[in-house]
C-alpha cells in the first residue's frame, strides 16, 4: 500500500516536472511567436515547420555553448544560486492543484501534496526564499554591476511580497481557509446556478484584490513591465550579468516556472479553478468529470500566461523609483484597505455585491487622492520656481 | 620677412577678423528678449488619466490588432521582392533588330556618369547607319552608384538598367562588365515584363530622330 502510494506519487513528481519544463521550453516560443505577431513579423520559422522545434535548438545550445565561470567568483555560491532559482519555483508547485481533488483519498488527487491545510502560505514561503538566488547570484559574481543588480531585483521582489500577500488575504477570509482546493471549492458552491455562478469567482467578488495580485505577481516573477534585472540597454543586466551557458538557462527557466505558478495561482485564487458554469461544477459527476475540469483549469492558465505575455509587449519597463513607489505609495495601502472592506463586509453580514462596487470606489478615490497630492507638488514646484 | 612670412602674417589677420565675427554673432544671441522665451508646463492629468488602467486596456487593443495583422516580413531568399518597374539595376547593352549593339560610341554616358564607372573607346562603325560603334565598353559594377544618368543620357537607348539586383562575385575583376557580357544580360532580361526594352525595334530611338531633322544623317560609304 506505501509502496504504491510512493510509486504513485513519484509518477506525478515526474510527470509535473518534466510537464512544466516542457511548458517552458514552448512558452518561450509561444512569447517569440506572439510578440512577431504584435510586431507584424513571422518569428521563429527556420526550425522544424513553423518553427516549432526552435525550442528544442535553444535548449541544445544551451546545453552545448562553453559554461564560463570566471576566476573571480565564489563557486560554491556562484552555482548555488540557478539551482536555487529552479528549485524554489518548481517546489512551490507541491500544493498548487491542477486538477480536480476530493477528500476521497481513494480517489486521484490531482495535485502532489493534497490537503496541505496552509496550502497557500507554502507557497509564498517558499516563492520567497527565490530572493536568495538573486542575492547569491549577484554577490557571488564579484562584480558591481551584478551586486547592484542584486540589490535592485532583491528590493523589488521583496516589496512586491507585500502586496501580493495581502491582496490574497482577502480571498482567504472568503473561503475561510488557507487550502487553495478549498479556495477553489468555495468559488464554485456559491449558491448560484446557471451561468451565474461564474459570478461566484473571486475576480468579480474583489477585482481590486485581483489586479494588486496580477501586478505584485508580474513583480515577483520579474516580468514586464517590472523586468528591470533584464534591462541590458539602461542598467546592464541585472543579478546574471556573469552568467552564461546552462547556468543562465536555469535562471529563464525559474522565470518561466514562477510566470506557471503565478497563472496557477491566480487562476485558483480568482477565476474559480477547474470551475466554469455549464461544463464543470462543484457537483459534476459525469464520467470523465475529471479530465474536463483539468481542461478546464488549464485552459484559464493557458489564458492567464497569454494575458501576462500581452502585457508583456505592449507596456514600456517602469524606472526603478516608479516601480517602488507604485508599491510603497499605492498598492501596499490599497491592499490594507481591501482586507479591512472585506472584513467589514463580513463581520456586518452586508451582502456580497457590496464588494465589488466597494472595491472599485475605492481604487477611484486613491486615483483621485494621487491625483490631488500630485497638483499640489507640482503647483509648489512652479511656485518655487516663479 | 619672405613670401612664407608674409603668408602668415594674412592669415593671422584673417583669423582675428573671424574671431571677432563669432563674438559679435554671440552678443546677439545673449540679447534674446524675455519675451521670446516660452516655458512649457507638464500637462494636467485628469482622473481618467491618472487611473492609467483605461491607457493600458488601450495598449492592449492596439496589440491585439497588430497580432492579427499581415505580417510585413518579406521572405527574400524564398519569395523574390515585387520591384517596382523603374527599379534601378544592373546594366545592359541593349540589341537593335537585327542583333547588333545598339550604342554609337558618343561617350555621353561615360561624361555624365559621377562615379566614372564606364570605359569606352570606339571605332569607325562597320555599318551603314551610324558612325560609329564601341569596340571595348566595360562598366565597373562595384564603382557604379546606379543613379540611372547613363540610362537618361543615352540618345540612342542602348544603355538601360534591369531589374537585377542580386549581383555577386569573389573578386572586384569579375565585376568589371565588358560588352559581351552586357549584352548577354540583355538577351536575358528583353523579355522580362519588369525590364520593358523601352525603345521601338529597328530604329535608333526618338533622339536620333530629332538628330535627324536638324542635320540628316551621313550615310557611311566605308561599309
Known amino acids: 500500500m506505501t509502496l504504491t502510494l510512493l510509486l504513485v506519487w513519484l509518477v506525478k513528481i515526474a510527470l509535473v516536472i518534466g510537464a512544466i519544463l516542457g511548458a517552458c521550453a514552448y512558452l518561450i516560443y509561444v512569447e517569440r511567436k506572439l510578440s512577431a505577431y504584435m510586431q507584424d513579423r513571422m518569428g521563429p520559422n527556420r526550425v522544424g515547420p513553423w518553427g516549432l522545434l526552435q ?59 493534497p490537503g ?68 477553489i471549492q468555495s468559488q464554485a458552491d456559491q449558491g448560484l446556478a446557471g451561468w451565474q455562478s461564474l459570478f461566484g469567482w473571486n475576480v468579480w ?96 492558465v493557458a489564458a492567464v500566461v497569454f494575458f501576462i505575455m500581452w502585457i508583456r509587449w505592449t507596456l514600456p519597463r517602469f524606472r526603478f523609483d516608479q516601480l517602488m513607489s507604485l508599491t510603497w505609495q499605492g498598492l501596499v495601502p490599497l491592499a490594507f484597505l481591501n482586507i479591512v472592506l472585506v472584513m467589514v ?42 | 620677412m619672405g613670401l612664407a612670412g608674409c603668408r602668415r602674417a594674412v592669415a593671422k589677420l584673417r583669423l582675428v577678423s573671424r574671431f571677432e565675427e563669432a563674438g559679435s554673432a554671440l552678443e546677439n544671441q545673449s540679447a534674446m528678449k524675455a519675451e521670446d522665451v516660452h516655458w512649457v508646463d507638464e500637462p494636467t492629468i ?21 497580432a492579427f495583422q499581415k505580417p510585413v516580413t518579406q521572405e527574400y531568399p524564398e519569395v523574390a521582392p515585387d520591384l517596382p518597374p523603374n527599379y534601378r539595376g544592373v546594366h545592359r547593352l541593349n540589341r537593335d533588330a537585327q542583333g547588333r549593339v545598339k550604342c554609337v560610341a558618343c561617350m555621353l554616358c561615360a561624361t555624365v556618369c559621377p562615379a566614372h564607372c564606364i570605359d569606352i573607346i570606339g571605332d569607325q562603325a562597320p555599318w551603314a547607319d551610324r ?64 525590364d520593358p526594352i523601352r525603345t521601338t525595334g529597328g530604329t535608333l530611338g526618338p533622339a536620333a530622330k530629332i538628330l535627324g531633322a536638324i542635320s540628316p544623317p551621313t550615310t557611311n560609304t566605308k561599309c
Open chain 2, 131 to 194: 558612325d560609329k560603334y564601341p569596340t571595348k565598353f566595360e562598366i565597373d559594377e562595384l564603382r557604379c552608384i546606379y543613379c540611372g544618368m547613363c540610362e537618361q543620357a543615352c540618345p540612342v537607348d542602348a544603355i538601360e538598367l534591369t531589374s537585377i539586383y542580386d549581383l555577386t562575385g569573389v573578386s572586384r575583376e569579375e565585376l568589371i562588365y565588358d560588352r559581351e557580357k552586357l549584352l548577354i544580360i540583355y538577351d536575358q532580361t528583353k523579355d522580362n515584363p519588369k
Open chain 1, 55 to 113: 525550442s528544442v535548438a535553444d535548449g541544445l545550445k544551451f546545453i552545448l555553448k562553453e559554461d564560463v565561470i570566471p576566476r573571480h567568483v565564489d563557486r560554491f555560491l556562484f552555482i548555488l544560486a540557478p539551482c536555487i532559482a529552479m528549485l524554489t519555483t518548481l517546489l512551490a508547485f507541491a500544493v498548487v492543484p491542477f486538477g480536480p481533488t476530493s477528500s476521497d483519498p481513494k480517489e486521484v488527487q490531482f495535485v502532489i501534496a
Open chain 2, 46 to 66: 485628469g482622473l481618467w488619466e491618472a487611473m492609467y488602467v483605461p491607457a493600458i486596456l488601450g495598449g492592449l487593443a492596439t496589440t491585439l490588432r497588430h
Open chain 1, 205 to 300: 467578488m474583489q477585482p481590486l484584490a485581483a489586479m494588486i495580485f496580477l501586478v505584485s505577481a508580474l513583480a515577483e516573477a520579474n516580468r514586464l513591465p517590472f523586468d528591470l534585472p533584464e534591462a541590458e540597454q539602461e542598467l546592464v543586466g541585472g543579478y546574471h550579468t556573469e552568467y552564461s551557458a546552462m547556468k543562465f538557462a536555469m535562471f529563464f527557466l525559474g522565470e518561466y516556472t514562477h510566470m506557471i505558478t503565478v497563472s496557477f495561482l491566480f487562476s485558483a485564487l480568482f477565476l474559480g479553478g477547474w470551475h466554469f458554469p455549464g461544463i464543470a461544477g462543484a457537483g459534476s459527476v459525469y464520467t470523465g468529470a475529471w479530465a474536463i475540469k483539468v481542461a478546464v483549469l488549464l485552459a484559464k
Open chain 1, 345 to 386: 463586509v463580513k463581520q456586518f453580514g452586508w451582502p456580497v455585491w457590496v464588494l465589488p462596487i466597494a472595491s472599485i470606489m475605492l481604487f477611484v478615490g486613491a486615483v483621485a487622492i494621487n491625483g490631488m497630492v500630485l497638483q499640489r507638488r507640482m503647483r509648489k514646484q512652479r511656485l518655487a520656481a516663479a
Open chain 1, 116 to 183: 496541505i491545510d496552509v496550502g497557500i502560505v507554502f507557497v509564498f514561503a517558499v516563492g520567497s526564499l527565490a530572493v536568495y538566488s538573486f542575492i547569491l547570484g549577484g554577490w557571488a559574481s564579484n562584480n558591481k554591476y551584478s551586486l547592484l543588480g542584486a540589490l535592485r531585483s532583491s528590493a523589488q521582489v521583496i516589496s512586491y511580497e507585500i502586496p501580493l500577500g495581502t491582496s490574497i488575504l482577502g480571498v482567504v477570509l472568503m473561503s475561510s481557509s488557507l487550502n487553495l482546493e478549498r479556495i
